[in-house]
T-cell receptor, first 111, second 115 residues
Framework: GDSVTQMEGPVTLSEEAFLTINCTYT??????LFWYVQYPGEGLQLLLK???ADDKGSNKGFEATYRKETTSFHLEKGSVQVSDSAVYFC??????????WGAGTKLIIKP | GAVVSQHPSWVICKSGTSVKIECRSL??????MFWYRQFPKQSLMLMAT?????????EQGVEKDKFLINHASLTLSTLTVTSAHPEDSSFYIC???????????FGAGTRLSVL
């Protein structure tokens, strides 16, 4: 079945470092891909999305490109801040609107 | 963007009592709402899909008599945890689908602690 695999965390970086969180997926069709972020004690916020191959989603300095050839949607940011510390979830969605989630990757940014 | 309000954000109750959690879409109509449960340091587990005016569709292993879902209007869905027990303690999150885009908007979550 369809699935999403994320790199295990926690990922610990220093402020201003470059961030990559890997996400790969298996899908029988052509889903939309999402990154959601969850700050401590809160619900989930949509960070960015891409609806088709080669689309690039971007928001708040984060980017991810929908790569069909490698079935990936890696999250990147050029210079992280302490406030980026959170758990990041990669997910895919079909037209029935249900989301298939990755396990989440905890990101810790040290000043 | 679209806003989903979830209430309460935190509730403590005694074992055997029932707890109701509300999920409201504030500025859009949500034909479909989802209820998730999240265990510590884990991903979200979909519990049920709720469509306005019809019975909820529960995921395998979720007791529908234990977790009652009502979606009486296009802006409100409720989850009632009946006869709660300590093992029901968890973080419950709702989401609403709509607002003109094909994405789910999430509430802030409800932390339930059953004593």
């Amino acid at each position: 079945g369809d699935s999403v695999t994320q790199m295990e965390g926690p990922v610990t970086l220093s402020e201003e470092a470059f961030l990559t969180i890997n996400c790969t997926y298996t899908a029988t069709g052509y889903p939309s891909l999402f990154w959601y972020v969850q700050y401590p004690g809160e619900g989930l916020q949509l960070l960015l999305k891409a609806t088709k191959a080669d689309d690039k989603g971007s928001n708040k300095g984060f980017e991810a490109t929908y790569r069909k050839e490698t079935t990936s949607f890696h999250l990147e940011k050029g210079s992280v801040q302490v406030s980026d510390s959170a758990v990041y979830f990669c997910a895919l969605q079909y037209s029935n609107y249900q989301l298939i989630w990755g396990a989440g990757t905890k990101l810790i940014i040290k000043p | 963007g679209a806003v989903v309000s979830q209430h309460p954000s935190w509730v403590i109750c005694k074992s055997g009592t029932s707890v109701k959690i509300e999920c409201r879409s504030l500025d859009f109509q949500a034909t479909t709402m989802f209820w998730y449960r999240q265990f510590p340091k884990q991903s979200l587990m979909l519990m049920a899909t709720s469509n306005e005016g019809s019975k909820a569709t529960y995921e395998q292993g979720v007791e529908k008599d234990k977790f009652l879902i009502n979606h009486a209007s296009l802006t409100l869905s409720t989850l009632t945890v009946t006869s709660a027990h300590p093992e029901d303690s968890s973080f419950y999150i709702c989401s609403a689908f709509g607002g003109g885009e094909n994405i789910q908007y999430f509430g802030a979550g409800t932390r339930l602690s059953v004593l």
